[in-house]
């Protein structure tokens, strides 16, 4: 026997919810079976904050010293209260559209068709092919602006399928745990003095992310799918 601390989940499921996950998963590998390149016709995003101060990770913070001198102290810090919301949409072969939203401004379903519009502009303009073929999938939350009556409509008119995805499952969306961790470790440990300056500073990080890492990302999303089905549907450990 061993003490463990609780491992935080995003919720407690439902007797619904792990079914829910589980069927999600598997029509994902299905699909994938079926066409080697659906993972070329998925197209995903997602919001995050981004902070004027992001305090650097323990690994980050870390420092050489010797056997013989006092390990390092640090004072802990805490997140900034200037910060930014950003919505980001991107495919295997990269960024497709991105915006920060207004300060003040709630992402509702109104705000959130306006992003759609931008967001289908860019499709059309760096996807071409992608567009006019219709073949492709849109993978985002199920947040009440993505799951409102009216966006579904707008999707639906415009010709965007929405992929399949389980509520309150970060652990199964790209954008959680692969492009925002990735785009926040180049901007903890720094203090930026305004929304602009974390604007700039995020734009900057995010356009650093190269082709090959798209690739990667989508490549091993195929594991937390298996992760899922293998703990049939309950949250599963990260490596």
């Known amino acids: 026997m061993k003490r463990v601390a609780a491992k935080f ?24 079976k079926t066409g080697p390149d659906f993972l070329y016709k998925i197209i ?17 913070s870390s420092q050489w010293k010797s056997a013989s001198s006092l390990r390092p102290k640090k004072v802990r810090q805490v997140q900034s209260n200037v910060k930014t ?8 072969k990269g960024l497709i559209h991105f915006e920060f939203v207004p300060q003040g401004q709630t992402v509702n379903q109104r705000f959130y068709l306006e ?35 009216s966006v579904r409509q707008f999707l639906t008119k415009n010709g965007m399928t929405a ?29 930026f003095q305004n929304v602009e300056e974390v604007r700039e500073k995020t734009t900057e990080a995010l356009k650093t992310i190269t082709l090959r ?11 937390p799918w298996d992760k899922c089905i293998d703990s049939q549907g309950e949250y599963f450990e990260g490596d």
């Open 9 to 32: 989940v995003p919720r407690l499921q439902s007797e619904d919810q792990r079914p829910n996950r589980l069927d999600v998963c598997c029509e994902m590998k299905d699909q994938l």
């Open 115 to 149: 992003v759609l519009k931008g967001f289908g502009d860019a499709v059309r303009r760096k996807r071409p092919k992608l567009w006019r073929s219709g073949e492709w999938l849109l993978h985002h939350d199920n947040a009440p602006a993505c799951a409102a009556l």
């Open 85 to 92: 919301l950003l919505i980001c949409f991107f495919d295997i």
């Open 44 to 60: 995903t995003g997602d919001e995050s904050w981004c902070y004027g101060y992001n305090p650097e990770t323990k690994q980050q």
């Open 213 to 223: 890492e798209f690739q990667n990302w989508f490549e091993q999303w195929k594991k």
């Open 163 to 191: 992929a399949s995805h389980p509520p309150y499952s970060p652990d199964l969306a790209p954008c959680d745990f692969f492009l925002f961790p990735r785009m926040k470790r180049d901007l903890k440990g720094k203090r």
